[in-house]
């Protein structure tokens, strides 16, 4: 079992940065690849990004391509979401994940365990 609580989340304007945070506890943090997915109302949750538990492994969708940056910090048991260059569109609530299974995961479904969320707002 393990525990996610995100934070970081706010109110931005378009062109601005955030920096969400994800700690765990629970389990060995460096067994789970990580995974950050974010849901605005009305829309099912979509895929951001992804970090493997080697940290070398990380993958972005396309729409956050070159603007965001995940990165994960095992000693202090914490993944992080960059997020440059915010869009109205980046506006929703983020969700980290944490999979225990090997391999990585692009759906909610390949995930494990879920954090609460933290909303993200981008004005334009």
């Known amino acids: 079992q393990v525990q996610l609580v995100e934070s970081?989340?706010?109110?931005?304007?378009?062109?601005?940065?955030?920096?969400?945070?994800?700690?765990?506890?629970?389990?060995?943090?460096?067994?789970?690849a990580m995974g950050w997915f974010r849901q605005a109302?009305?829309?099912?949750?979509?895929?951001?990004?992804?970090?493997g538990r080697n940290?070398?492994?990380?993958?972005?969708?396309?729409?956050?391509?070159?603007?965001f940056t995940i990165s994960r910090d095992n000693a202090k048991n914490t993944v992080y979401l960059r997020m440059n260059s915010l869009k109205p569109e980046d506006t929703a609530v983020y969700y980290c994940a944490a999979r225990?299974?090997?391999?990585?995961?692009?759906?909610?479904?390949?995930?494990?365990?879920?954090?609460?969320?933290?909303?993200v707002t981008v004005s334009s």
């Open 8 to 32: 970081g989340g706010g109110l931005v304007q378009a062109g601005g940065s955030l920096r969400l945070s994800c700690t765990a506890s629970g389990r060995t943090f460096s067994s789970y």
């Open 41 to 51: 109302p009305g829309k099912e949750r979509e895929f951001v990004s992804l970090i």
């Open 100 to 119: 225990y299974r090997s391999g990585l995961g692009y759906g909610p479904d390949e995930y494990d365990y879920w954090g609460q969320g933290t909303q």
């Open 55 to 67: 940290i070398v492994n990380t993958d972005y969708a396309d729409s956050v391509k070159g603007r």
